[in-house]
């Protein structure tokens, strides 16, 4: 099994419409969480930190499930400029940390 | 936020050859920096933890002799490629982890792309 895992995709979706992404992760020792954005050919960037609270960050909310080792990211009133791949992102510690990325979510929003 | 480059952006290369990509944070210092490989339509896989002034941490799979990593300074780790083959060809990238308005995040450099013959 996978650490990090998420439904590869790809999500075609229309403009405006709200489309949710979940992940799961394999190690209840995990301690942070990130949503990044990688588009093609290109680095990934920092989406947003996830926290157990919930957080939103104008139209994207991620939240985070101890319990269930589970993440998600909703994005409401898509637009085509969220096409692009996002990947779930767990943080261990285990000797010293590392970054663990899921496979990672296409999504494509269409006009 | 923090800038972090790579260099070559792009490399294409004999099998058998050996190639250094070098990994600089231009305007901050880092102890540890990340080395990720990511082959196409994949996500990114971890190979190994810089550390300056020791020796890296490889994940498991990845052979060490085979990927060099020395961790020289605090602005500048060099991942070497030896011995390349076709299988190598891949997207390399580094990071060096640090926050930004508060937010714990990583500073990843542009990639190398890879291309083995």
């Known amino acids: 099994r996978k650490e990090v895992e998420q439904d590869p995709g790809p999500f075609n979706v229309p403009e405006g419409a709200t489309v949710a992404f979940n992940c799961t992760y394999s190690n209840s020792a995990s301690q942070s969480f990130f949503w990044y954005r990688q588009d093609c050919r290109k680095e990934p960037k920092l989406l947003m930190s996830?926290?157990?609270s919930g957080n939103e960050d104008g139209r994207f909310t991620a939240q985070l499930n101890r319990a269930s080792q589970y993440i998600s990211l909703l994005i409401r009133d898509s637009k085509l400029s969220d096409s692009a791949t996002y990947l779930c992102?767990?943080?261990?510690?285990?000797?010293?940390?590392?970054?663990?990325f899921g496979t990672g979510t296409r999504l494509k929003v269409l006009a | 936020g923090a800038v972090v480059s790579q260099h070559p952006s792009r490399v294409i290369c004999k099998s058998g050859t050996s190639v250094k990509i070098e990994c600089r944070s231009l305007d901050f210092q880092a102890t540890t920096m990340f080395w990720y490989r990511q082959f196409p339509k994949k996500s990114l896989m971890l190979m190994a933890t810089?550390?300056?002034?020791?020796?890296?941490?490889?994940e498991q799979g990845v052979e060490k002799d085979k990927f060099l990593i020395n961790h020289a300074s605090l602005t500048l780790s060099t991942l070497t490629v030896t011995s390349a083959h076709p299988e190598d060809s891949s997207f390399y990238i580094c990071?060096?982890?640090?926050?930004?308005?508060?937010?714990?995040?990583?500073?990843f450099g542009p990639g190398t792309r890879l291309l083995v013959l």
């Open positions: 810089s550390n300056e002034g020791s020796k890296a941490t490889y």
């Open positions: 990071s060096a982890p640090g926050h930004y308005l508060s937010q714990e995040t990583q500073y």
């Open positions: 992102v767990v943080r261990t510690t285990s000797g010293t940390y590392k970054y663990i």
């Open positions: 996830v926290y157990s």
